[in-house]
């Protein structure tokens, strides 16, 4: 089983359409969560850090569930300019703080 | 402007060749870190360092070899032990040990292997 699992997509949706991602984890002991996003062929980018009691930032809203390890990201209005891979990303306790990546999953947003 | 630059952004090798990619930041960060993206995966981890003249081994470190001379610089080796060496491969560094400090990725480079 993969540490960190999304579905890859690609969700096609119509500017304006309220689409979601989820992603689960494995490791219990994971410390830190964050979605971060990725124009095609461009580097990671952090969009935002996902906290405990949920956080929204404009149009983009985060939650976490540590009880069933799953994070969720939520996307409302979407906009042309929202299409990419959306990667969800742990912390793994220990030393280094090391990250551990989804695969992502693609977003095209379509007029 | 402060950032993580990296060199070249397209690199192309023969098979059986040794080749150094550059990562080079100006951030003042303590840690920097290579990861490869293959297509159709997540980001993997190579080697990291938290502070100069010291480095760790990641996930996947097996045919590759790093240094830290110096904190702003952190190049990576892909020797020709490296199995299937082309990839994309992203530098990033991050400010301190201390809480989670943000990583910042520099724009990567594109390795093929002929």
């Known amino acids: 089983r993969k540490e960190v699992e999304q579905d890859p997509g690609p969700f096609n949706v119509p500017e304006g359409a309220t689409v979601a991602f989820n992603c689960t984890y494995s490791?219990?002991?994971?410390?830190?969560f964050f979605w971060y996003r990725q124009d095609c062929r461009k580097e990671p980018k952090l969009l935002m850090s996902?906290?405990?009691s949920g956080n929204e930032d404009g149009r983009f809203t985060a939650q976490l569930n540590r009880a069933s390890q799953y994070i969720s990201l939520l996307i409302r209005d979407s906009k042309l300019s929202d299409s990419a891979t959306y990667l969800c990303v742990v912390l793994v306790v220990g030393g280094g703080n090391k990250l551990t990546f989804g695969t992502g999953t693609q977003l095209k947003v379509e007029l | 402007d402060g950032g993580i630059t990296q060199s070249p952004k397209y690199l192309f090798r023969k098979e059986g060749q040794n080749v150094t990619l550059s990562c080079e930041q100006n951030l003042n960060h303590d840690a920097m870190y290579w990861y490869r993206q293959d297509p159709g995966q997540g980001l993997r981890l190579i080697y990291y360092s938290q502070i100069v003249n010291d480095f760790q081994k990641g996930d996947i470190a097996e045919g590759y070899s790093v240094s830290r001379e110096k904190k702003e610089s952190f190049p990576l080796t892909v020797t020709s032990a490296q199995k299937n060496p082309t990839a994309f491969y992203l530098c990033?560094?991050?400010?301190?040990?201390?809480?989670?400090?943000?990583?910042?990725f520099g724009p990567g480079t594109r390795l093929t292997v002929l």
């Open positions: 490791n219990s002991a994971s410390q830190s």
């Open positions: 990033a560094s991050r400010l301190g040990e201390v809480g989670y400090n943000e990583q910042f």
């Open positions: 996902v906290y405990s």
